[in-house]
């Protein structure tokens, strides 16, 4: 692959069967938190790409929590590859979904499904986004309690910054003691997603930041509309930003 480099498998951690973490090591140029990398591997006889937003804070080795999509052309292959194994990056991260996007409100939501929690696990690992918000809500939708990566980690982040930091993990296909049980945007309209926050979403507070499945996206984005909450564009700033994974 043109321009790209080759990096090694540190580690690997699974959360559930097709869900993991790879940890990489691999000369890469300086990350923003919000940014994501292309890896690539030959497939048969042909190279395939594709984006992976990173999870580790900039400095630390490249982290990335990829699910497998069974019939998917890389996933199948990425999420199996051990410890000592190669992958191909592009060097350079990419993309402008990053905090720097983000103007200075009180709360800062941070919204994802499935594995669209990647970028905000790099973000919470710097001290950025308590430098700059009064509160961090973290809305997590998954299909089952297992597929809830990260949340020790983000357990004991909102442990250390009482009020500051509320973790809302959202289960949509079982009962899962702890988490909200259906899906994050039946869960918003209903309002019960405020309600567990014990903080309004409203255009003169809040920034919402949205990943993952596209169309949760797009509900959200229509559901955030209707309270005022207007997409934010470099020449017209807004309250919500997003990344749409596929
Ligand atoms: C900016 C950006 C960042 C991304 N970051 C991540 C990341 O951190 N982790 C990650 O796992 N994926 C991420 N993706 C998605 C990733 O690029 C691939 O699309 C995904 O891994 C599937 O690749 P594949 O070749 O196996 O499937 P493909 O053959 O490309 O099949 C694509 C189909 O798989 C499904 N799909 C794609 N991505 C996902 C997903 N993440 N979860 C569930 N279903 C999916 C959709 O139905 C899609 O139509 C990101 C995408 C973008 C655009
Ligand atoms: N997640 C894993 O651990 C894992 C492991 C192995 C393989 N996979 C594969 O990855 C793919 C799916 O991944 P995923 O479960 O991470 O992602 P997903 O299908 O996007 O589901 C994640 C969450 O988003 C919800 N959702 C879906 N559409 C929505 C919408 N329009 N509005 C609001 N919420 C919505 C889902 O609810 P619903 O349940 O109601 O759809 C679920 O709670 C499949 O190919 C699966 O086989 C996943």
Request: net charge neutral.
């Amino acid at each position: 692959m043109q321009g790209f480099r080759q990096g090694t498998i540190v580690h690997r951690q699974v959360w559930t069967p097709g869900s993991v973490t790879l940890r990489l090591e691999a000369a890469t140029e300086p990350l923003i938190p919000g940014q994501f990398h292309n890896l690539a591997l030959q497939v048969g006889d042909k190279w395939v790409r594709r984006a992976y937003s990173a999870a580790s804070a900039p400095g630390q080795p490249l982290e990335f929590f990829v699910n497998r999509v069974d019939d998917g052309e890389l996933t199948p292959d990425l999420t199996e590859l051990s410890v000592g194994t190669e992958v191909f990056i592009d060097p350079r991260p990419r993309g402008f979904f990053t905090l720097a996007s983000v103007p200075e409100v009180p709360d800062l939501w941070l919204w994802a499904t499935g594995t669209g929690l990647a970028p905000y696990i790099s973000m919470l690992r710097t001290p950025e986004p308590f430098a700059r918000f009064e509160r961090v809500v973290l809305v997590h939708g998954v299909r089952q309690g297992a597929q809830l990566a990260y949340a020790e980690e983000l357990e004991e982040l909102g442990q250390s910054r009482p009020q500051r930091f509320v973790r809302i993990p959202v289960v949509s296909r079982e009962n899962v003691v702890g988490a909200l049980q259906g899906r994050v945007t039946g869960l918003f309209a209903g309002g019960t997603i405020e309600r567990q926050a014990g903080v309004a979403v409203a255009p003169d507070r809040s920034h919402v930041m949205l990943c993952g499945n596209p169309a949760m996206i797009t509900e959200m984005v229509e559901l955030l509309d209707r309270r005022g909450l207007r997409r934010n564009r470099s020449r017209r700033p807004g309250q919500v930003t997003f990344e749409r994974y596929w």
